[in-house]
């Protein structure tokens, strides 16, 4: 049994020694050689004195805390900060006392399950179900140009 430990170990020495040989190697090696990049001539009408455009100044972070920080004094305050959650606490408390009730909260989805409710039971069929699904806005497609018009007796 001792022979049969030996003689894993060492098969597993020699795979770990073998991997380590192997990765040596292929990192002596180094990259591939990339093809040297063709040259481009810049048309005689290309002025020197073109700058690229320039990135915008702030960043979206920046854009973020200004419109948080609303006396502009360079800090934002509780009151800047919470300013969004007010508002936003504001428009669901439809009584105005201050509390948020449950109805007041779902207000939203009670509206839509009454909507979906067409036979009024109270209870939403497999048909009226389907109509509260939530209507995914399709992914914005880029304006790319259509592909160059092709002659017949072209292939591939």
Do not use: H
């Given at each position: 049994?001792a022979?049969?430990?030996?003689g894993?170990a060492s098969a597993?020495?020699l795979?770990a020694?073998g991997f380590f040989w192997?990765?040596?190697r292929?990192?002596d090696?180094?990259?591939?050689a990339?093809p040297?990049?063709?040259l481009?001539?810049?048309?005689a009408?290309?002025?020197?004195?073109?700058?690229?455009?320039q990135a915008s100044?702030?960043?979206?972070e920046?854009r973020?805390?200004?419109?948080?920080?609303r006396?502009r004094?360079g800090r934002v305050?509780r009151e800047?900060?919470?300013a969004?959650?007010?508002?936003?606490?504001a428009?669901?408390?439809?009584n105005?006392?201050?509390?948020?009730?449950?109805?007041e909260?779902?207000?939203?989805?009670i509206?839509?399950?009454?909507?979906?409710?067409?036979?009024r039971?109270g209870?939403?069929?497999?048909?009226?179900?389907?109509t509260?699904?939530v209507a995914?806005?399709?992914?914005a497609r880029?304006?790319?140009p259509?592909p160059?018009a092709?002659?017949?007796?072209?292939?591939?």
């Amino acid at each position: 049994m001792a022979r049969f430990l030996a003689g894993v170990a060492s098969a597993l020495l020699l795979a770990a020694a073998g991997f380590f040989w192997w990765s040596g190697r292929a990192a002596d090696a180094g990259p591939a050689a990339l093809p040297p990049a063709p040259l481009i001539a810049a048309p005689a009408d290309a002025g020197a004195d073109t700058d690229p455009p320039q990135a915008s100044e702030r960043t979206r972070e920046q854009r973020r805390f200004a419109r948080y920080d609303r006396d502009r004094d360079g800090r934002v305050g509780r009151e800047e900060y919470l300013a969004a959650r007010r508002k936003a606490f504001a428009k669901l408390d439809t009584n105005g006392d201050g509390r948020l009730s449950f109805e007041e909260y779902a207000v939203r989805t009670i509206d839509k399950f009454g909507q979906a409710d067409a036979d009024r039971s109270g209870a939403l069929d497999a048909a009226e179900f389907a109509t509260t699904r939530v209507a995914r806005k399709a992914p914005a497609r880029p304006n790319c140009p259509p592909p160059p018009a092709r002659d017949e007796g072209e292939e591939g």
